[in-house]
């Protein structure tokens, strides 16, 4: 097959002129202007939240439903953390760079500290409390009723202090079910945006392995809601 230029027959029409380009882009940003102002006029007219004024939020809270009153610029980390006492969510930087304050929105791994709690509205959310019986209702939970990434980590004391853990679980038990941990170097990837300032990162890595093994992977049939977790992956595809 032959490569064809930009310059060939085909393709001249569709080149612009520098008059059409110019010509172009000062309509587009007249209508541009027009759009905004008319944003704008409407932005106007439109009832603003007051400072103090809380908007109402309902989502499902580790399996309850739950609605709060809420300030619109309150994180979904500090809501959970201080507001309903789930501090097993890990507050670390505040700025989206350690995954300490990893949680589940609607089955997708979160950043709670850059997530508003006002954005949960109608999700189903899932903090590390919440990941057992969340394992449970999949039927792959442990004869000890845990995640099995969580009976993985006891096991290959993939922890020294433990403060980044329930982040590190939360976002595991994504990357398996999301079909993310078919080797050591792609859980690697997938689980770097998950910091361990303890270093624990090779026996981190070993636990999911084994989970992932316990699971199997939604490609194999793995998981009690393997449908469920290939809908995500083509889901996740489709995005990218
Ligand atoms: S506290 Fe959210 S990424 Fe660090
Ligand atoms: S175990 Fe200490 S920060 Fe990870």
Redesign the pocket.
Known sequence: MTRRRASDDGQRGLAPSRRGFLTGTAAAAGGLTAQFAAGEAAAQEAPRAAPGDLVEVTFTLNGAEVTRAVDPRRTALDLLREGEGLTGTKVGCRHGQCGACTLHVDGRPVLSCLTLAAQLEGAEVTTIEGLADAAAAEGIATADGLHPVQRAFIERDG???????PG?IMSAAAVIAEGHASSEAEVREYMSGN????A?YPQIVAAVMDATAEIGTPQDGGGARADYHLGLVEQVEDEA
């Open positions: 922890f020294q202090c433990g403060y980044c853990t590190q910091l361990c300032r303890c624990a």
